[in-house]
């Protein structure tokens, strides 16, 4: 075999998205690189952004069967994209596989499974430095090493950075996910406080289940009073929120303050002096982050990607952090889907509109070699 099917994304100048799967040039690994073979990649809602990007999904249509749909981006979204005009971009965050291959100096991983982030995993073959993989304990199938890398260190990277600017406590949203579930099971382990918001009543008993303490429901009319209620016993002054959009970030900066203002011992007009600070880390909520000023002057709102964070603490607590995930890849950093697909399955109508939901609970896993 000499090339590879690869799932690939591309965006007009008319916004027309198309989504196809492209044969590629298998490489051959240069020195320090390997060729991995494939073998799980999953669908996170960072891949969605660039494999579906702002598109209508209620657009798409099917060009050939398993090979080449299209969707319509919106007419007043068609700019936010001008920078990726007619680029045929691989899509694929992290995957798994096994090292068929290698240049000078990483035989060693030959035969050997790896999680890897490299991009483009949408793929049968992947050449990637040998330095970017995480070689997985023996034992360990692709399919357990498939999302070791988005997840899990999202997951730790919230606690690194809570510790990095002096908070004590965690605030986490959409906290039923596949990501919210290892922060519960971390923050268990570290006997850190977190404050669990989730949707539906069957999501607060399953976070509890695992052993969560504080879980709150935001479709219940006693939200805000069970949320400050919960901040008041934790004094969690961090929150990390998944939806982006809507009035969350600022329910919870709101319900900050008011725990704050509960234990002062006087009073400021300009609200309390502890420092509130929440990050958007996903856009689930594609409406407007909408902010209503009632949280003082001390806080803070900002974008925290994991990228950015690696080059903050360094290469050897990111080591450090990776080898922690290869150990506890069956246990704390478990990752379950509900539908396994081929490449071609991704581009099926029915598929497509499932996965985009990116409902709790729905969590797709591509087997390319399949």
Known sequence: MTTSKQIKSNISKEGKLSISIDEV????????????KVQATP???????????????????????GALVEMQVPEGLIRSVAARFDQNLPVGNEGAGIVEAAGKGAEHLIG??????????????RCLPAMSCLEMNEGT???????????????LGMVETMRLEDHTGLVHTAAA??????????????DIPLVNIVRKEEHVELLKSLGAKYVCNSSLDTFMEDLVNALVETGSTLG???TGGGKLASQILTAMEIAANKTATEYSRYGSDQYKQVYIYGGLDRNPTTLTRSFGFSWGLGGWLLTPFIGRIGQERFGELRQRVANEIDTTFESSYSK???????LEEQNILSYTKQATG?????????
């Open 43 to 65: 669908i996170n809602p960072s891949d969605l952004g660039l494999l579906v990007g702002p598109a209508d999904v209620s657009s798409l249509k099917v060009i050939e069967n």
């Open 340 to 346: 396994v697909i081929s490449l071609s399955e991704a």
């Open 362 to 370: 729905e969590k797709y896993l591509i087997k390319p070699d399949s």
């Open 141 to 155: 199938s692709p399919e357990q090493a498939a999302s070791c890398f988005v997840n899990p260190l999202t997951a």
């Open 177 to 190: 996910s596949n990501l919210g579930q290892m922060l519960v099971k971390i923050c268990a382990q570290e």
């Open 25 to 36: 040039e298998i490489p051959e690994p240069k020195e320090g690189e390997v060729l991995i």
């Open 240 to 242: 990390f929120d998944a």
């Open 112 to 125: 050997k499974v790896v999680g890897v982030a490299g991009g483009a995993m949408y793929s049968e073959y």
